[in-house]
């Protein structure tokens, strides 16, 4: 007996049916990505240690390494802080355009204060710059941060000599005389050289920040505050601290 056969029309509509039922399924299968979009608040800050706040600031690299760092609405962040900010941090970084601050900690809108220059040494604009987030805005850690592959010290190993850059490189050049006791070839073209020059540069501003700022170093004595150092690698974006 023959059976029969069903009207194209209705195959169709059948099998259209069909793919709207499955498409419907895998969209509500699917998760929600959810976005932050609260910021530091003050009493956030308050309640926060230096050491949960340097915790904070490792997990969040941890993530950058993983390429899992958190979305955030940052229109929605710009508007809560715009009028108050309480940072809790401030890193003093390099110029560096590979050492991006917010994004290798993996931090948002109003949740640190970034300090930036070539070599990352202070200054005495820098040091009233970290005296102003700690004292009067309420930051409890104090992160110098340097990196591998550093234009500036190699700069400063080289004796560079060049406009302003002459100047500046003159603040980099204690850590080159720190590093003299150095085994190996001390040039610039040497990695390991310069990764031990930057080592070195982080631990002697963290001896100036302590040595040119009463207001930072008793803070520290206090145990309100952290003073840290790290090295930044840009291959990979571990970090190892300094001190």
Known sequence: ?????????????????????????????????????????????????????????????????????????????????????????VILSCLDSRVPVEVIFDQGLGDVFVGRVAGNFVNEDLLGSMEFACHIAGSKLILVIGHQHCGAIKGAIDNVEFGNITAMLSKIKPAVQMSQNFTGKKSSKNEEFVKYVSKNNVSYTLNQIRKNSSILREMENRKEIKIVGAYYNLVNGTLEFVK
Do not use: H, W
């Open 1 to 89: 007996m023959m059976k029969k056969k069903l009207p194209l029309l209705i195959i169709v509509l059948l099998l259209f049916s069909s793919c709207k039922q499955i498409d419907k399924n895998e969209s509500t299968a699917m998760p929600k990505v959810q976005t932050v979009s609260n910021v530091m608040t003050k009493e956030t800050q308050e309640k926060l240690t230096p050491d949960e706040i340097l915790k904070e600031l490792v997990e969040g690299n941890k993530r950058f390494q993983r390429g899992n760092i958190t979305l955030r609405n940052f229109n929605e962040q710009a508007r809560k802080c715009a009028i108050k900010q309480y940072p809790k941090a």
